[in-house]
């Protein structure tokens, strides 16, 4: 298992949380994701041999947010 913590903008309510914390989590590989809205960060724990990390920041850009 990888875990990455990836600076997210755009997020700023319930609603972002749940689109991706719902989205990323239902990629195959992904174990947990969490969102700290306050902070514009997000903790995946995947495993890189099913999901890449292109694969999860395209999830996170195809919800309407920017990865940096």
Same mark, same amino acid.
């Given at each position: 298992?990888?875990?990455?913590? @990836?600076?997210? !903008? &755009?997020? !700023? =309510?319930?609603? =972002?949380?749940?689109?991706?914390? &719902?989205? $990323?989590?239902? @990629?195959?590989? $992904?174990?947990? %994701?969490?969102?700290? @809205?306050?902070?514009?960060?997000?903790?995946?724990?995947?495993? !890189?041999?099913? %999901? !890449? @990390?292109?694969?999860?920041?395209?999830?996170?850009?195809?919800?309407?947010?920017?990865?940096?």
């Amino acid at each position: 298992m990888e875990k990455v913590t @990836l600076s997210v !903008s &755009g997020m !700023s =309510c319930g609603h =972002c949380v749940k689109a991706i914390e &719902g989205s $990323v989590g239902k @990629l195959a590989g $992904v174990n947990n %994701v969490a969102v700290d @809205l306050e902070n514009g960060k997000v903790d995946v724990n995947f495993d !890189s041999e099913k %999901v !890449s @990390l292109a694969e999860i920041k395209d999830t996170i850009d195809d919800q309407g947010y920017d990865v940096e």
